[in-house]
């Protein structure tokens, strides 16, 4: 503060001094340039002089004010359309991770097309729209994003195969799988996407012969474990017919150990085995299976299968009936052998506990013929009675 009073004396004491000084001497300038001349005291010239840089820094600082504010809404408008970029993209990855097809690609494309956003938003934009069955807005897409990211093409060349496949556009797939074995051979989608390629094209065989180079090169993961088994089922289903059966036994051959071991397949494999008559081999498969695991689909199909030695048949249903219960299948297939075998007391025993498990047009049916070799006409009457009104029903 009382620095403050010290230099307002000192200007005041100046300022009367300045005053004395251009009241005794004023001065004189006189400026003469291209035929104008211009006259003034010099105390006049030295205050416009201080005036005029005075204006002038005024000037300077408004303007560095203005581009200041300029530059400061800039940064904002451009971090507020980073913020809702941002947003969008993780509201659509969001929405594509949950299965919300629609909002994704409503969300990614709207930032998909920018040239500063990174690849993976191109690829989710695509995603989205396959999901909605829009395969030209996705290939479209991944058109963009090769021209604008030339560094990413094999993860582009990944997405859009997928895609190619699903719309059937099989010739262009075969391009694209080439491409991505040129750019990367030892890639694991190269396996699953070709297997997915020849499959669409119902090669089962082919595809079946692709399975050891899955084992070779451990493709693993839900999606290529399914792939693998809807590779072997078509291939089993397209050889389910009379006559088959050598090529069925070559072709389970070719299907990998570790395959040849799960129960859906084994299941599937024994369906081909009696559609195509093979009944010995059929009968080996579901003794060696069934002293490991139950299957019902086994237990069925072993009642049905022909063989020249019913007693023994028999022998091994008793044995698995005691190791895994009363299982409704495994009681079907112990009444049927035990009908082949004219044991009609442990049949209808067997028939009569199934039906404790739910009653069912062919266990009523079995009972029927059973009371009527046994000269029981009104119970046997009484079973067929129940087992067409159940049929009929269902």
Known sequence: MKRWILLAILAFVA?????????????????????????????????????????????????????????????WWRGQRHQQIERRYREGLLHLLTGNWQAAYKQLDAVSRRDELPVVRALASAQAATHLHDYGAALRILSEAEERYPDD?????KARLPILIADKQHEQAKRVLDQIRTIAPQDPLLRTQEMRLVLDTEQADAAVTLLPKFEKQRVKGADSDMLAMEAVIAALDAHAHENEGEALTTLWGRVPKSLRQEPVLVDRYAQALHAAREYALLEELISFTMEKRYSAVLAQLYAKTESGDVQLQLKKVERWHKTYGDEPDLLMALAILAMKNQIWGKARSALEKHLKTGETPEALHLLGLIAEKLDDRALSYDYFRRGSGLARSL
């Open 153 to 157: 093409r094999l993860w582009i060349l």
């Open 15 to 75: 300022g009367i001094w300045l005053f004395q000084q251009i009241q005794r001497d004023a001065g004189y300038l006189l400026i003469h340039l291209q035929g104008v001349t211009l006259e003034t005291t010099f105390w006049f010239a030295v205050f416009a002089l201080f005036v005029m840089v005075l204006a002038l820094v005024l000037c300077l600082w408004l303007v560095r004010k203005v581009l200041r504010s300029v530059l400061h809404g800039h940064r």
